[in-house]
């Protein structure tokens, strides 16, 4: 197990039933970097927050510098691990759902942006955001291994996701208080993977 992942348990004890997914999570994700491959995320209300959260710690520095291996004409840039939030797309989101319908919004990104050996983080307090589990489908068609970040029973997505992290809580407040320590050991350990410094 990595440090950063046995460091969470410690600090988290509650999560030792969720170790076992948080590991299989992490070991999809670095085959899916290893093939320089991308990341999709999607959640509703905090979770797009979290999804945002995310691609933050991914697509630059987390606590290394990510200095570049090559040079490039312009001075001060970081390496990532690709990372797309679904959620951010909001011009796009909105003309879908009034032309379309809503529940297909993320789905139809993943449809265009997912290709095979691509990962959707699919994060729903519930398990079952109809928008969420669209696009949960729609990346299972497209051969993408699909992660559910969820709480309480684990909702309807835990049986279409490849891997389920089922936080030991029920309100979505505390659901989602631990779905931050839990994606910030992830990120910290795929950094520490991929970056030297």
Do not use: W
Not at 36 to 63: A, R, T
Not at 73 to 78: I, T
Not at 94 to 104: C, G, I, K, L, R
Not at 153 to 175: F, H, L
């Amino acid at each position: 197990m990595g440090k950063y992942i046995d460091e969470l348990i410690s600090r988290y004890p509650k999560l030792e039933s969720s170790k076992e997914s948080i590991l299989n999570a992490y070991n999809i994700l670095v085959d899916c970097f290893n093939e320089d491959k991308k990341l999709l995320l999607c959640g509703n209300g905090g979770s797009s927050s979290d999804c945002d959260h995310i691609v933050g710690e991914l697509m630059k520095g987390f606590c290394k510098k990510r200095t570049p291996k090559e040079k490039y004409s312009v001075d001060n840039l970081q390496d990532g691990l690709m990372a797309i939030n679904l959620c951010a797309h909001t011009a796009l989101s909105y003309a879908f759902a009034n032309d379309v319908n809503f529940e297909n919004s993320f789905a139809n990104q993943v449809l265009n942006y997912g290709r095979k050996g691509d990962v959707l983080l699919g994060i729903t307090t519930s398990g079952n955001s109809k928008n969420v589990i669209a696009a949960s489908k729609v990346a299972k068609d497209k051969n993408m291994k699909v992660i559910a970040l969820t709480g309480a029973s684990g909702g309807n997505i835990k049986n279409i996701a490849d891997v389920s992290i089922i936080v030991p809580e029920d309100e979505t407040y505390k659901i989602q208080e631990l779905h931050l320590p839990i994606y910030h050991a992830l990120c910290l350990e795929l950094e520490d993977k991929f970056f030297k410094e």
